[in-house]
């Protein structure tokens, strides 16, 4: 069912500019940049802290996650589910963006969704990323606990 979705890359980058949108629309929660969700991890070991959100569209769990500036980013797509998924699996998607504006895609990792119910998703997350010119950064410590602001189930 959502191996259409992740077919398309121009649905991919809508979905993930959907749930970055909606990361930064509310002020009144907590979490930096007032989004209601903290998603942190390290890049080659520096500390990241982001706001981040996520939804549901189409079977497929979309999170996304931006500084307060919006000049680091991240985000992945995976299975609306609990579980743990193999970023080798061509349906699973992630990224970080750099404030040097350079984007690492995942080329191997996982991403564990621990909990997920109506209101919130939570879990951990790792992964090497890769910039088009092959230079490798790695994700480590990945850690998010965000609130789920649009579903289609």
Sequence with gaps: MYGSVFA??????????????????????DGPG??????TFR????????AGGAGIVSGALSLGAASAGGDISAGFIVEDSE?????????IF????????????ATSGTI???DLDDNSVSGTFEFTGETDDG?????TDGEFDVRLTNTDV
């Design 94 to 105: 992630a990224f970080y963006e750099s404030e040097d504006g350079d984007t690492y895609n």
């Design 34 to 39: 007032g989004s209601g969700g903290n998603v």
């Design 135 to 139: 230079v490798e950064i790695e994700i």
């Design 43 to 50: 890049a080659d070991g520096d500390r990241i802290s982001l």
């Design 112 to 114: 564990r969704i621990e």
């Design 8 to 29: 398309r890359p121009r649905v991919l980058s809508l979905l993930l500019l959907s749930t970055l949108t909606i990361a930064g629309c509310d002020s009144n929660d």
């Design 83 to 91: 579980g743990t998924y193999d970023i080798e699996d061509d349906e």
